[in-house]
């Protein structure tokens, strides 16, 4: 592959939030997820599990719960100075509701060797406690969800369908796992609505290399 095919993929892709009425074949989808678990992982645990809901009463169930939890959060005396954004954040949290699949990921435990050893030296020690914390930060299984998720969304890309990595979602944290039966020893993380590309978004800017770039000689 050349480069330049690549940087059309990468810079072609767009978070999709509106989607034709059309059936995804399970096929596209197959390979897009065959392909995100070649994604690096911490330790190569593969930590990491996909539930690709297709029933749209269960969309449906999964918009409703987070519909709820927004509502909550924007009922709240807190939430009226943040104004117009609270309004869209109301309109638009649960715009998942009409896609034809919504794939849910979710992380389970990955313990390094690092991890183990900081847990067994516990608390007591005020050097452990900061590395501990220092790791918490980036936590590995996070890492690991997000390359996975990185190259789904590129993988369903490259095969003419729109998707949008959604974070929001996590607020109805609970009442996903329970919808979707995912066991206590994983969590969800991301919500991925999937479909056919129903608008064509503009690319928003990104800030120019020089800003967030530092190379050390
Ligand atoms: C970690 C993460 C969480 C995101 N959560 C949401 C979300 O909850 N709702 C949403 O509409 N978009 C969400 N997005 C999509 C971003 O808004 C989008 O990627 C960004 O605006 C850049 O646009 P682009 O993906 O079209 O390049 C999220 C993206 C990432 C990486």
Redesign the pocket.
């Known amino acids: 592959m050349q480069f330049e095919e690549l940087a059309a993929l990468v810079q072609s892709?767009?978070?999709i939030?509106r989607y034709a009425d059309r059936e995804v074949p399970d096929e596209l989808l197959q390979r897009a997820l065959d392909l995100a678990v070649w994604a690096p992982n911490g330790g190569n645990r593969q930590s990491w599990a996909f539930y690709v809901v297709k029933d749209r009463q269960l969309i449906g169930k999964l918009a409703d719960a987070v519909k709820a939890k927004t509502e909550l959060m924007a009922g709240w005396p807190e939430a009226a100075r943040f104004g117009e954004s609270v309004r869209r954040w109301l309109r638009?949290s649960d715009f998942f509701r009409n896609a034809p699949v919504c794939i849910a990921v979710a992380t389970g435990c990955y313990e390094s060797v690092a991890d183990q050893v900081l847990a067994a030296r516990g608390a007591a020690d005020p050097q452990a406690v900061q590395i501990g914390e220092a790791r918490r930060v980036g936590a590995s299984r996070l890492q690991s969800a997000a390359a996975a998720i990185t190259t789904l969304l590129l993988s369903l890309h490259a095969q003419g369908l729109g998707a949008?990595?959604?974070?929001?979602p996590q607020q109805a944290k609970q009442e996903i796992e329970r919808l979707l039966e995912i066991p206590p020893e994983l969590d969800f993380v991301a919500l991925l609505p999937v479909g056919y590309p129903a608008e064509e978004?503009q690319?928003?800017p990104r800030r120019p290399r020089d800003e967030v770039v530092r190379f050390l000689r």
């Open positions: 892709r767009r978070s939030r638009t949008c990595w959604m974070a929001g978004p690319p928003g």
